[in-house]
């Protein structure tokens, strides 16, 4: 489990809550895809800089390329664990 004072990065399935909501932890629910233009996701991680990451999640479905997102946030310097979701309700 994240520390109680870390933020969680949630990527994709459409801005769901779910997972902020059930895990009681502020975080940066991103519904990234390909459309998305890279330096918004990087201007987003940037602004998380000083928190606690506790855990990047990644929700299915994604559909942002999740090695170019694990380079991005690796370049931020976020060094927090990684975990894969699959099967959420979407809302």
Request: net charge negative; with cysteine.
């Amino acid at each position: 489990m994240a520390p109680e004072d870390s933020v969680l990065i949630c990527i994709g399935n459409d801005w769901s809550p779910l997972v902020s909501y059930y895990a009681g932890r502020r975080s940066l629910n991103f519904p990234i895809d390909d459309q998305t233009p890279p330096d918004l996701f990087v201007q987003s991680l940037n602004n998380l800089k000083g928190e606690n990451i506790g855990a990047v999640i990644f929700l299915e479905p994604l559909t942002y390329s999740k090695d170019l997102a694990q380079e991005q946030i690796q370049a931020a310097g976020i060094r927090a664990p990684s975990l894969e979701i699959r099967n959420l309700p979407r809302f």
